[in-house]
Structure formats: C-alpha cells, structure tokens
C-alpha cells in the first residue's frame, strides 16, 4: 500500500504539471496562470488529503476515495488537449471526476455511503454523466463550440458528423439535469443529513457544510457559463474564485474532521491525570467530555442479575430501538463497563479503546461502587417489602381483634348483664356480685384489646389519617402533649411509619423522662414528611441497638429516610424522624 500511495503521489505531481501547460497552453485569453494554477492546487489537495487519511486508516475507504478525487480532477484538464485522443478520452469520462469528490462527501467519515437516496444520487449522477458526455461528443462539432472559453479546434474521434446545434442543446440539457436537479439534489440531501444528525455527528459533520457551498457554487458556475453567452469579465471571476475557493477548503475541511479522533487520543493524557482526581459516580461526565459526547452513559453489568446499572446502582435496560449505540469494554475477558454513545462514535472505535484503556481503573472503581450501590439498593428494597408486610399483617391482627375476639366479648358482657337484670329479684346476693364483677371483668379485657389493637396498628389511622390518629394518641397519654400535625393523607407506609415514631417516643417519655409536658410536630419539608417529638425530662436516651429507638431507626431507614436522637443528661431529648414523601 505505501507503494501505491507513493506511486499516486508521483503521478500527481506529473498530472499536475501537465494539467497546467494544456490549460495555459490551450486557453489562451480564457484562462490565466494563476487560474489553472489554483485548479491544479485544489486537485493536488484532494490527493494530499487522500494519501494522509489513506496513511492514518487503511481500512477507510475515505482515504482511497479522496486520493482518486485529486486524481481525476487532474485527468479532467486533458480535455482542453489538440490531441484527439484525449480530448475525447477524458471529455467522456472528465465530468466524472466531481461525481467522485460527491462519492467521497458522501461517503464521510465512514468511507462507506450508508443511505440509500445518498447511494442512489451518486449511482444516478456517474451514470447520467457518463451517458451525456458521450452523446455530446458523438455529435460534437469544433466548428460550433461547446463554451465561450473553449473556441480552439479539437477532433473527436467519436463524432459522426458535424451537428454543433445538437450537441450544443445537449450540454443545455446535461447542466440542467446534472449541475440543476441533481446538484440541488445532492445539497438537499448534505443538509438533510445535518439537520437529522445528533448534535456530536453534527460537530463531526460540519464540513459537508463546505461540501454543500462547493457543489452550490459549481453548479450557478456552469449554468452562467453555459446560457450566457458573454459574460462579463467581473461576474466570471468573482464566481470562478468563489467556487475554487470552496474546492480548495473542501479537502482540507475532511481531513480535518477525518483526523478528529486521532487528535482526541493524542490528548488521552488528559483524560487519564482528571481521572485520577473523579469521584466514581462522575465518571460518565468525564468520558462525555474526552469522548465529546453529551448524550454518554456509563453501565456497568452484574452478572448476578444478568443485567445492567447505572453509577448509582439504579437498574438499566441497554437500548434495543437502535436510535444509540453500545460498545462493551472489558479486561481481561471479563465484562468490564457498557458505554451508551451517539451512533457517530462506531466510526471512531480506536477513540473509544482508547479511552476505556486510559479509563481501565477508573471504571473497574465505579463498576466495584454501582454493585455496592445496587446491593444497598436490594436490602433497602428487602427491607421495605419487610416493613410493609408487618404493616398489612398488624392491620390484619387488628381487624381480627376489633371484629373478633373483641365483639365476641362485648357480645358475651351483654349477655351476662341481660342475665343479671332478669335474676336480680329474689337472686342470691352473692351470685348477683359475681354475675357484677363477672360483666366488669370483661370489661377491662375488652378496653384491654382495643388498647392493645391501637397498639398494633390503630383502625383510625387507616380510617382517618395520620393527624387524627395523633390526636388519639395525644389524648391517651397521661402527661400535656402539645400537637401540631398537617392535615392530608399520605401513602400508607409513610404515615404508619410516622405515627410509631411518635407513639414509641411517647412511650420513652413516659416510662423513662420525668417529663412534666411534650410536644410533637409534623411537617412536611422538601419532599420530606419530618416527626419531631421533644420533652423536658432528665435526658439521656440513645437509640441502642435492640431498643426500640433503634428498631424505629431502622423502620424509618427501610423507607429512605434517617431517625435522629438528640438528647442530654438533663436537658431533655428530642427525636427527629425524616422520611421522604415525594411531596
């Protein structure tokens, strides 16, 4: 291949002075030094641009295509030859040349035309060409010229006869169909692929923005050149220095942006020392920056689940609509890391090896960190679905409580208080008194069971709410609790939560404070339902583990939330429980 591409570049530096003295030598007033030397310099361009991106990625069918862009604009300038055979040689097959620069655009930057109007412009646009260009010359007359710059004789060997007027009406029609509808075409489709990229193949598809203004330029060129007969002298080279100024830039510009990645892994250093400095939860802002891709995200797999999580642990599906792309990075043959990119990054896979090796310690930290998270995640969840199964099997025990063992014994009071009214006359005395104590008996176990079903899960906390069920709770207690608590009901979970913060703080005061007064306050404060109980008591209390602060703790805790006991050897104690309500 260096043999080739070094046999390319001599045979464009012999093309090259050639297409220079068949321009000054042929043209005569129409042409000028510097105008065919710029032509020159624009075709050695796209050869140079061809040979570097040849050079840099062989496997790219850029560089090549590039490379015999340069070449055929150089062959185009032996049409302007008195030699019969390659006047007629290269005015068929020169046209071609600036299907071969659309090919190459089109084909940027993977070296491949991927859509199928694209693909279709371009097979349309050689086979039209070549079509006209033959048809031309076939009735090509030297006596009636094709271009006002173009009055010398030339002999076509493929000329049947003399019928200028025929083909001069056909090079009409070629500029109108090649240089009008399939030119407007091809801009058309440049900016369509613009506008409908992502704003990374956006950044990386800029020069077809020059592309778009070359083929605009060449296509006014040859429709001015070719219906007006005399132009003036001004308009000929404001428009000529125009779109070769546009030719000029337009292999430059696709160098540029097909070197892109190249440059992006010779500053990999950079990537490497930030690194060193990033938390692993911002790995992913890293790599979006280095990879200049905004829409990045960084997976990790865990085999366990045999699926995927983000930094925070959080589960992931991969993207399956194909609208982005996946790339797996991995070490040692184990799964290491799953990089969500913009489609556009698949056409720089040596950009994204790189920085996956630069970033090997980085992501094997944060893949070690989202399974920890993930894990934290699972027994957070574990310990929710706990919590709210004993809350559905407290309400249950509730239930079973007020409906039945409760209403059996009222029931049976009833009965034993009817029986005491209908053997109160002439009843022993002493049965009356045991029938007595008997009903009072059931009585207490009955207020017993419905302290002990408060207990368990309060029936006017599922009726009623959280605030009202406080309230009951307050006007139990035996010392002044002073509450404040906002109206609304919450998820079920939350308020049962908030209402056993209470009742075992309470509880505590109770038992243990010496506490003259209390007070509780419920607010809700940035998404988040906060409990405060506070007394004036001896202090002291702690939330150990095995009581039932810390059991509390770890209730509030399972919801996402942290129970905190602030407390002083006679100073009082005052528990805070916070726990997240989304509202």
Same mark, same amino acid.
């Not at 797999?301 to 045999?306: D, S, V």
């Not at 207490?444 to 069971?449: I, K, N, Q």
């Given at each position: 291949?260096r043999i080739? !591409?070094?046999? =390319? +570049? /001599?045979? *464009?530096?012999f093309?090259?002075? $050639?297409?220079?003295?068949v321009? &000054?030598?042929?043209?005569g007033?129409?042409?000028?030094?510097a105008r065919?030397?710029?032509?020159?310099?624009?075709?050695?361009?796209?050869l140079?641009?061809?040979?570097?991106?040849?050079?840099?990625?062989?496997?790219?069918?850029?560089?090549?295509?590039?490379?015999?862009?340069?070449?055929?604009?150089?062959?185009?300038?032996?049409?302007?030859?008195?030699?019969?055979?390659?006047?007629?040689?290269?005015?068929?097959?020169?046209?071609?040349?600036y299907w071969?620069?659309?090919?190459?655009?089109?084909a940027?930057?993977?070296?491949?035309?991927t859509?199928?109007?694209?693909?279709?412009?371009?097979?349309?646009?050689?086979?039209?060409t070549?079509v006209?260009?033959?048809?031309?010359?076939?009735?090509?007359?030297?006596?009636?010229?094709?271009r006002?710059?173009?009055?010398?004789? !030339?002999?076509? =060997? +493929? /000329?049947? *006869?003399?019928?200028?007027?025929? $083909?001069?009406?056909?090079?009409? &029609?070629?500029?109108?169909v090649?240089?009008?509808f399939?030119?407007?075409?091809?801009?058309?489709?440049?900016?369509?692929?613009?506008?409908?990229?992502?704003?990374?193949?956006?950044?990386?598809?800029?020069?077809?923005l020059?592309?778009?203004i070359?083929?605009?330029?060449?296509?006014?060129?040859?429709?001015?050149?070719?219906?007006?007969?005399?132009?003036?002298?001004?308009?000929?080279?404001?428009?000529?220095?125009?779109?070769?100024?546009?030719?000029?830039?337009l292999?430059?510009?696709?160098?540029?942006g097909?070197l892109?990645?190249?440059?992006?892994?010779?500053?990999?250093?950079?990537?490497?020392?930030?690194?060193?400095r990033?938390?692993p939860h911002?790995i992913?802002n890293?790599?979006?920056?280095?990879?200049?891709?905004?829409?990045?995200?960084?997976?990790f797999?865990?085999?366990?689940?045999?699926g995927?999580?983000?930094?925070?642990?959080?589960a992931?599906?991969?993207?399956?609509?194909?609208?982005?792309a996946?790339?797996?990075?991995?070490?040692?043959?184990?799964p290491?890391?799953?990089?969500?990119?913009?489609?556009?990054?698949?056409?720089?896979?040596?950009?994204?090896?790189?920085?996956?090796?630069?970033a090997?310690?980085?992501?094997?930290?944060?893949?070690?960190?989202?399974?920890?998270?993930a894990?934290?995640?699972?027994?957070?969840?574990?310990r929710?679905?706990?919590?709210?199964?004993a809350?559905?099997?407290?309400?249950?025990?509730?239930r079973?409580i007020?409906?039945?063992?409760?209403?059996?014994?009222?029931?049976l009071?009833?009965?034993l208080?009817?029986?005491?009214?209908?053997l109160?006359?002439?009843?022993?005395?002493?049965?009356?008194?045991?029938?007595?104590?008997?009903?009072?008996?059931?009585q207490?176990?009955?207020?017993?069971?419905r302290?002990?079903?408060?207990?368990?899960h309060?029936?006017?906390?599922?009726?009623?709410?959280?605030?009202?069920?406080?309230?009951?709770?307050?006007?139990?207690?035996?010392l002044p609790?002073?509450?404040?608590?906002?109206?609304?009901?919450?998820a079920?979970?939350?308020?049962?939560?908030?209402?056993?913060?209470?009742?075992?703080?309470?509880a505590?005061?109770?038992?243990?404070?010496?506490a003259s007064?209390?007070?509780?306050?419920?607010q809700?404060?940035n998404?988040?339902?906060?409990?405060?109980?506070?007394?004036d008591?001896?202090?002291?209390?702690?939330?150990?583990?095995?009581s039932?602060?810390?059991?509390?703790?770890?209730?509030v805790?399972?919801l996402?939330?942290?129970?905190?006991v602030?407390?002083?050897?006679?100073?009082?104690?005052?528990?805070?429980?916070?726990?997240?309500?989304?509202?």
């Open positions: 291949m080739l !591409r070094l046999a =390319l +570049l /001599a045979a *464009g530096a093309l090259g002075y $050639a297409a220079y003295r321009q &000054v030598d042929n043209l007033s129409f042409t000028s030094p065919a030397s710029a032509i020159v310099i624009g075709a050695w361009l796209f140079l641009a061809g040979l570097i991106a040849w050079g840099r990625r062989p496997s790219n069918r850029l560089g090549p295509l590039l490379a015999t862009a340069g070449i055929a604009l150089l062959l185009r300038q032996l049409r302007y030859s008195h030699d019969a055979a390659l006047f007629t040689v290269f005015f068929v097959v020169g046209e071609l040349s071969v620069v659309a090919h190459a655009v089109f940027y930057p993977s070296g491949r035309i859509d199928r109007w694209e693909r279709r412009l371009v097979a349309t646009g050689y086979s039209v070549l006209f260009t033959t048809a031309i010359l076939v009735v090509y007359n030297p006596a009636k010229p094709l006002f710059f173009d009055p010398t004789f !030339r002999k076509s =060997l +493929l /000329a049947v *006869g003399g019928f200028g007027d025929a $083909a001069i009406s056909l090079q009409k &029609v070629f500029v109108v090649v240089w009008g399939l030119a407007t075409s091809a801009i058309a489709l440049l900016i369509r692929r613009l506008v409908t990229a992502s704003p990374r193949a956006r950044r990386l598809l800029a020069p077809l020059v592309a778009a070359a083929v605009g330029l060449r296509a006014i060129f040859e429709s001015v050149f070719t219906f007006v007969e005399r132009p003036s002298v001004i308009l000929y080279d404001y428009l000529f220095w125009w779109q070769i100024g546009a030719f000029i830039a292999p430059l510009a696709l160098l540029a097909f892109r990645a190249r440059l992006a892994r010779a500053n990999l250093g950079e990537l490497i020392l930030e690194l060193e990033t938390q911002e992913g890293v790599l979006r920056k280095a990879l200049r891709d905004p829409t990045l995200d960084v997976l797999p865990l085999p366990e689940r045999e995927f999580v983000d930094a925070t642990g959080q992931v599906e991969l993207p399956t609509d194909g609208s982005r996946v790339t797996h990075l991995k070490h040692d043959d184990e290491l890391a799953a990089l969500v990119h913009d489609r556009s990054l698949l056409d720089e896979p040596k950009l994204i090896d790189a920085a996956g090796a630069a090997r310690l980085a992501l094997e930290n944060a893949r070690l960190h989202a399974e920890t998270r894990q934290l995640d699972e027994v957070r969840q574990s929710t679905r706990i919590v709210t199964t809350d559905e099997e407290r309400r249950r025990i509730e079973d007020h409906d039945g063992a409760q209403q059996r014994l009222v029931a009071a009833l009965q208080r009817l029986a005491q009214r209908r109160r006359d002439g009843t022993d005395p002493e049965i009356e008194r045991l029938l007595a104590a008997t009903v009072d008996e059931l207490f176990a009955v207020d017993e069971l302290e002990l079903a408060r207990g368990v309060p029936a006017i906390l599922t009726e009623d709410g959280l605030a009202a069920a406080l309230e009951s709770l307050v006007s139990r207690t035996p609790v002073e509450l404040e608590a906002e109206e609304g009901r919450l079920a979970p939350i308020e049962a939560t908030a209402y056993f913060v209470a009742c075992e703080a309470l505590n005061i109770v038992k243990h404070a010496h007064g209390a007070s509780i306050r419920v809700r404060r998404g988040m339902l906060v409990v405060e109980v506070e007394d008591g001896v202090g002291g209390a702690a939330a150990e583990n095995g039932g602060l810390s059991g509390l703790g770890d209730r805790e399972a996402g939330g942290r129970l905190r602030e407390s002083r050897p006679a100073g009082g104690t005052r528990i805070v429980g916070e726990i997240p309500c989304a509202s």
